[in-house]
């Protein structure tokens, strides 16, 4: 008997080992990112606002700044990293992205927390890995909301600040409900104070955050847009439908508070626009949650729930790869601002680098990747 619980015991001992080290490989996983040409300046998010100055969430924030004087564009990736595909997108601009007129400001891991410990009981990949032209990048995957290990305990209801409305416990965790934040808040909330203050100081007059959706959501494949940015949004959404692929409009509901769409708009002077790409690997419908999965976003249960009239997107056998999704948004993103400088002739934005749709598409996501050994070593971030 004794000797069977010493067995028990070390096998105990060895799968708790085992697992803390994957844990903490996941959590730790360097993440590289080739600096654009177009860079010129890399910041911390703590510069803006020193609440949040050596924490897990001082990510860094990447800054383009044109020959030529303009208006500034903030693109936010990272919000909620189990949604890839926005973080990628934003990866490819940092990497590729070189402004003309005006400046861009891009972060990659808003809410770098969350991307350090993946949904609980939902089976995720801890991380991923694109092929490129010259060998493989790995990313980490992460959750919805920040890691318990930064932020604990939740309320039993999260009560928002400033409007006092109620949400979910779990909520005062997720960076698109905690806006506009509050300095002396909860870590997430002083993460978004940060944003603010940096949406401020930097005078953004366009602000972009980067999201994918499941099917089953009906806010999906779709601009949402602040009262001030319904213009641009509506005639962004006709021209990508016309020449591209198909996208809504959505109206940032005035009553619902937390979200960067509305409280941007509502406490600063950016016009605020939320994009959302169709991700079947956040279904509930799904099969088994494999990275093969979330990459090929190919899923017979989610095509089935299609047949079942349960999807506000179409899903058939070709699903919807991460190729597709990232140029969406990187396609939105350069549409958006071409037709920016069209109604804002004053303050207008041009940018060159940036791959459409089509070129993600064509020529594969991993060829936009850069290749961290053939770069100076100062040309390389460490996420």
């Known amino acids: 008997m004794t000797g069977r619980k010493f067995v028990f015991a070390a096998c105990g001992l060895l799968l708790f080992a085992s697992s803390g080290w994957s844990f903490y490989q996941s959590r730790n996983l360097e993440e590289q990112v080739v600096l654009s040409p177009g860079v010129t300046e890399v910041k911390r998010l703590g510069d803006y606002f020193d609440g949040i100055r050596g924490t897990v969430n001082d990510c860094y ?5 044109g020959e030529e004087p303009g208006g500034t564009v903030f693109v936010m990736g ?17 990497e590729n992205a070189e402004m ?9 891991s808003s809410n770098r927390s969350a991307s350090t410990a993946t949904r609980i009981g939902g089976a995720y990949p801890p991380d991923f890995t694109i092929a490129t032209d010259w060998g493989e990048r790995t ?4 959750d919805r909301w920040a ?21 979910a416990y779990v909520d005062i965790r997720n960076l698109n409900r905690t806006w506009p934040g509050r300095p002396d808040g909860s870590l997430t909330e002083r993460t978004t104070h ?29 601009i949402v847009a602040h009262d001030t940015g319904e213009e641009l949004a ?18 940032s509901p005035p009553t619902l508070h937390g979200l960067s769409h509305r409280e941007v708009g509502d406490h600063s002077d950016a016009v605020s626009l939320l994009f959302e790409a169709p991700e079947p690997f956040l279904d509930a419908t799904r099969g088994k949650t494999t990275r093969e999965q979330l990459l090929t976003g190919k899923d017979e249960f989610v095509v089935k729930a299609g047949e079942a009239g349960l999807l506000y997107e179409e899903i058939d056998e070709s699903g919807w790869p991460m190729d597709k999704r990232v140029g969406r948004h990187t396609s939105t993103v350069l549409m958006t601002l071409e037709l920016w400088t069209e109604l804002n002739p004053d303050r207008p934005m041009r940018a060159r680098g940036i791959p459409l749709y089509g070129e993600v598409l064509e020529m594969g996501l991993g060829h936009w990747l850069h290749d961290p050994a053939a770069a ?8």
């Open 194 to 222: 940060a944003f603010m203050e940096l949406i401020r100081q930097e005078e953004v007059d366009l602000f972009i955050d980067l999201h994918e959706a499941e099917l089953q959501y009906p806010v999906i494949s779709t």
């Open 376 to 383: 100076p070593p100062d040309r390389v971030v460490i996420e």
């Open 234 to 251: 509506a005639f962004t959404s006709m021209m990508l439908s016309d020449m591209e692929f198909n996208i809504g409009m959505e109206y």
């Open 61 to 65: 924030v990447y800054i383009m700044e």
């Open 100 to 108: 003309d007129v005006g400046r861009m400001i891009v972060v990659l």
């Open 139 to 142: 990313f980490r995957l992460g």
């Open 147 to 167: 890691n318990p290990l930064d932020q604990w305990p939740d309320p039993e209801v999260y009560i928002h600040y400033p409007s006092r409305q109620y949400l």
């Open 78 to 94: 990272g919000t909620h990293p189990e949604e890839p595909a926005a973080r990628l997108a934003a990866w490819l601009l940092a």
